[in-house]
């Protein structure tokens, strides 16, 4: 074996098809889950590993995970140390919003609910409150925003949802702008530092884990962490604590990540589909969708597959 060959590294994986990380319920169930988490624990801080309960779910389910992201992402709860003994504690906005006597003070609270989750401030800056039809949304979350169909569909549930509950007009504005970057807003991720990663609502790992690698992939840029080999788009990144750059840091690689694709040519029409190891297929063709033009498409990988058999 060449000294060249035994040097050799396979290189990491592309990022797979991650959506921006949203709540995955609207504003009207979120609040009636934080009414639900305070009449069973109270104001005091709880384990997050027994939100569930309060909700009749399954301690360390992943509903429970997902419901207990989405109050976070809406600025009602908020996490205090990481990994199995990691708190939950009621926000500032989430204790004056169930103690307030006032319909203005909760109102104002739950406008800036509304507005906590930096992709519907974005999108609610450009929308507002009478949004485009779903098709033009869905074409905008999809091809431009890198949305899964499932999860662009999702989205605008929750979008009308917690606009239509909130009643904001057009007048009504974030109080923070988007942080492009992600994470602290005075502290940018590095590698070295310990964070987690949070997927349509869902915590993917149940402690923080180190960043080993940032790069951009199609204009944006992704984060690497140990123990993973495709990347996290960098809004679904929050920083738990900085860390010191490891010694071996220069070994880290330089991750071998697909050159960004031009948009189709007027009149073509693309699909992207990830295979099961997250490589990436294009499907190519001008004009419209339509039967014959899919059935032709099977025919034809039918026959290349009976020949690769061969």
Same mark, same amino acid.
């Given at each position: 074996?060449? !000294? #060249?060959?035994?040097? /050799?590294?396979?290189?990491? *994986? %592309?990022?797979?098809?991650? +959506?921006?990380?949203?709540? @995955?319920?609207?504003?009207?169930?979120?609040?009636?889950?934080?009414?639900?988490?305070?009449?069973?624990?109270?104001?005091?801080?709880?384990?997050?590993?027994?939100?569930?309960?309060?909700?009749?779910?399954?301690?360390?389910?992943?509903?429970?995970?997902?419901?207990?992201?989405?109050?976070?992402?809406?600025?009602?709860?908020?996490?205090?140390?990481?990994?199995?003994?990691?708190?939950?504690?009621?926000?500032?906005?989430?204790?004056?919003?169930?103690?307030?006597?006032?319909?203005?003070?909760?109102?104002?609270?739950?406008?800036?609910?509304?507005?906590?989750?930096?992709?519907?401030?974005?999108?609610?800056?450009?929308?507002?409150?009478?949004?485009?039809? !779903? #098709?033009?949304?869905? /074409?905008?979350?999809?091809? *431009? %925003?890198?949305?899964?169909? +499932?999860?662009?569909?999702? @989205?605008?549930?929750?979008?009308?949802?917690?606009?239509?509950?909130?009643?904001?007009?057009?007048?009504?504005?974030?109080?923070?702008?988007?942080?492009?970057?992600?994470?602290?807003?005075?502290?940018?991720?590095?590698?070295?530092?310990?964070?987690?990663?949070?997927?349509?609502?869902?915590?993917?790992?149940?402690?923080?884990?180190?960043?080993?690698?940032?790069?951009?992939?199609?204009?944006?840029?992704?984060?690497?962490?140990?123990?993973?080999?495709?990347?996290?788009?960098?809004?679904?990144?929050?920083?738990?604590?900085?860390?010191?750059?490891?010694?071996?840091?220069?070994?880290?690689?330089?991750?071998?990540?697909?050159?960004?694709?031009?948009?189709?040519?007027?009149?073509?029409?693309?699909?992207?589909?990830?295979?099961?190891?997250?490589?990436?297929?294009?499907?190519?063709?001008?004009?419209?969708?339509?039967?014959?033009?899919?059935?032709?498409?099977?025919?034809?990988?039918?026959?290349?597959?009976?020949?690769?058999?061969?």
């Amino acid at each position: 074996m060449t !000294d #060249a060959a035994a040097t /050799d590294k396979p290189p990491a *994986k %592309a990022p797979k098809d991650r +959506s921006p990380s949203f709540p @995955f319920i609207g504003l009207p169930v979120a609040v009636e889950r934080l009414v639900a988490y305070e009449a069973k624990f109270g104001r005091h801080a709880t384990p997050a590993n027994k939100a569930g309960l309060a909700w009749d779910m399954k301690e360390a389910s992943s509903q429970a995970a997902q419901t207990l992201a989405a109050l976070k992402s809406f600025g009602m709860v908020d996490y205090t140390g990481s990994g199995p003994g990691r708190l939950t504690n009621l926000t500032e906005d989430g204790r004056n919003f169930l103690r307030a006597q006032q319909d203005s003070v909760k109102r104002d609270i739950i406008r800036r609910f509304a507005l906590t989750p930096k992709v519907i401030a974005s999108y609610w800056s450009e929308w507002g409150a009478k949004r485009p039809i !779903d #098709a033009v949304c869905l /074409d905008q979350l999809v091809l *431009k %925003a890198k949305f899964t169909e +499932s999860a662009a569909e999702t @989205f605008l549930r929750v979008y009308d949802a917690t606009v239509a509950y909130a009643g904001l007009t057009d007048s009504d504005t974030s109080d923070e702008p988007e942080d492009e970057a992600g994470g602290s807003d005075d502290k940018p991720i590095e590698i070295g530092d310990f964070v987690t990663v949070e997927v349509n609502g869902a915590v993917q790992f149940a402690e923080a884990v180190r960043v080993r690698a940032i790069q951009p992939h199609n204009g944006k840029p992704y984060v690497f962490v140990d123990g993973e080999k495709t990347g996290f788009p960098m809004e679904s990144i929050t920083l738990e604590r900085k860390g010191a750059l490891p010694e071996n840091a220069s070994d880290f690689p330089t991750l071998d990540l697909p050159e960004e694709r031009a948009s189709p040519k007027k009149g073509w029409k693309e699909e992207r589909l990830i295979d099961d190891d997250g490589g990436e297929i294009f499907i190519s063709y001008q004009g419209e969708p339509s039967i014959s033009r899919y059935e032709f498409i099977r025919d034809y990988l039918n026959f290349k597959v009976e020949r690769a058999k061969k």
